[in-house]
């Protein structure tokens, strides 16, 4: 998927229009996909976003957000990686990203910028 040619407002533009139109999920589920996909950095195609960060821009409970995220997750439209705490003793921090397959399905189908 080469994305060098768009710039990073087209790219969000592309995961936003794509997430907003394209994907049949409640309100809540694609509020966080959409508070992912504005996270998400426009070359790396990476957000890194802990839970903290959905739970301050999506108006959501973390209760609410966990169980969300563990739907999504199962049906493959995020992908979460576990990542060691710097400070001894604390437990590891979960990052999440939008998946392989729906940014791959966002940047290809929308040719349109």
Known sequence: MNTS?????????QLWDHISREIRLPTSSKILLLVIANLTDPRSLRAR????LLVVHSGQSETEINRLLSTLETKQWIESMRVPNE????????????SA????RALSNNSRT
């Open 49 to 52: 976003i802990p839970i903290s």
């Open 87 to 98: 400070v001894r003793g604390r437990p590891a921090v979960t990052l999440y990203n939008l």
């Open 5 to 13: 040619h768009l710039s990073p407002s087209q790219i969000r533009l």
């Open 101 to 104: 397959p729906l940014l791959h």
